[in-house]
């Protein structure tokens, strides 16, 4: 077998395609986001406005967020040493623990070392060890709750997106016997749609499922205290599980589940992604509780996020340009061909310092390519300004479709 022709012969197709994944090669400085250096073919670099980070309020630079993380490091070294049960839980870990529990109104909660990996190994473990069971999954989960799913082996029902009509008559033809699971999101990242949270516990109700709710999307940025759209909705007591990530709207890194004890201690004993690895740094956990503890208090990053949200859909509509409207914080700009959003998104960045990565196949469907753009809250209105002139006149050049404001 000839590897590395198989190899190349994969990536050509990909660029053929309009598909290659080029990374822009970035230095985020603190106290200057959403500014940052890109690193044009390892020598010149060039100041560009990042307008497609997932640290949608800017907590990643927040001075809160770094001096904690100093601390911690001072205090206690780089790395936590060990997995969780060999010598690497730290203090910090377990405040993090309680502060996520409380956020979500649970009993308990658990770290993992990306929300990739949470829902991974929770579903993992749920749908591999209970006996029978059955999982009944949103046709646009995020991979790591469909690799999760995939490898428990266990039984699993795709139903349509949002779609309760659907959902229930998939419960409903199902074995009456078996244990169920509705896995779902709130905030989905790329239509920025948010699940019918309330009607889908009802229905996982009639039938005695578990809910499943990855609210990664949301965390920080939903509700009162930054607990994600079932705090916002005042139902997170309906949810079995709630997943978040850290490393979006909290701007550090890492995964967690929160929910009962029981089930929260039977994950901890028995899930293989959380037992056989090196538990986060010290840092990360301190980093993360302090900007959970902020944004518990803080309103203004919130307030000024949907401004902004706001100001760029206005310029966009003015200028023609068509966007998806969603309830959600997330602005994507439709292109629907993959070269030409590879295309506008290159001259973005290299003619007008604006960078907004394309979103093609496989993350979304063929005809459906995208600029994914998210403000945030530390975006001035110049910024907002000369991204919507920036896609108006490559706007133009590409002959796409506008919209008549
Ligand atoms: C990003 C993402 C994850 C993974 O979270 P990480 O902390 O980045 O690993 C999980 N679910 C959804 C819906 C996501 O978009």
């Known amino acids: 077998m000839d590897f590395e022709r198989l190899f190349r012969a994969d990536l050509e197709k990909l660029k053929e395609d309009g598909n290659y994944r080029v990374f822009a090669d970035l230095e985020r400085r603190a106290g200057s986001f959403p500014k940052a250096h890109h690193h044009v073919d390892g020598t010149d670099t060039q100041d560009v406005t990042v307008w497609c980070s997932n ?37 910090y870990h377990v405040l993090l623990e309680r502060e996520l529990a409380d956020l979500h109104g649970k009993e308990a909660a658990l770290l993992f070392t990306s929300g990739y990996v949470s829902n991974w190994a929770t579903l993992g473990t749920l749908l591999g060890r209970i006996p029978d069971v059955m999982v009944f999954s949103d046709e646009m989960n995020h991979a790591s709750m469909i690799e999760g799913i995939r490898h428990s082996r266990a039984r699993k029902v795709i139903w349509k997106h949002n779609d309760l009509d659907d959902l229930r008559a998939k419960l409903a033809a199902a074995d009456p016997d078996a244990p169920k699971i509705v896995a779902f999101e709130s905030v989905y990242s790329m239509d920025g749609d948010i699940a019918p949270i309330e009607a889908i516990c009802d229905i996982a109700d009639e039938f005695g499922a578990m809910t499943y709710l990855d609210e990664v999307h949301a965390v920080g940025m939903y509700g009162p205290r930054g607990g994600g759209v079932a705090e916002r909705e005042g139902i997170m007591d309906r949810l079995t599980i709630i997943e978040g990530t850290l490393g979006k709207a909290f701007g550090v890194m890492g995964g967690y589940i929160t929910g009962s004890t029981a089930l929260i201690d039977w994950i901890r004993s028995f899930s293989s992604g959380f037992i056989f690895t090196t538990a986060l740094p010290p840092t990360l956990a301190a980093g993360a509780l302090a900007s959970i503890r902020h944004l518990k208090k803080s309103e203004m990053e919130r307030r000024r996020h949907k401004d902004n949200v706001a100001k760029v859909r206005l310029g966009l509509t003015r200028a023609g340009i068509p966007w998806l409207d969603n309830p959600s914080h997330i602005v994507p700009v439709m292109v629907r061909d993959a070269k030409k959003c590879k295309w506008i998104s290159d001259i973005l960045m ?12 496989p993350t979304v469907a063929r005809g459906a390519e995208r600029l994914r753009i998210t403000p945030t809250p530390l975006h001035t209105d110049a910024d907002i300004a000369h991204l919507v002139a920036s896609l108006s006149s490559l706007w133009s050049q590409c002959a796409l479709a506008r919209h008549v404001a």
Do not use: F, W
């Open 55 to 91: 640290d949608y309020l800017g907590m990643g630079q927040s001075a809160i967020v770094t001096a904690a993380m100093h601390e911690a490091i001072d205090k206690c070294g780089a790395g936590a040493g060990g997995t969780r049960n060999i010598s690497g839980t730290n203090h």
């Open 350 to 361: 290299d003619q007008h310092g604006v960078y907004v990565q394309p979103i093609n196949y």
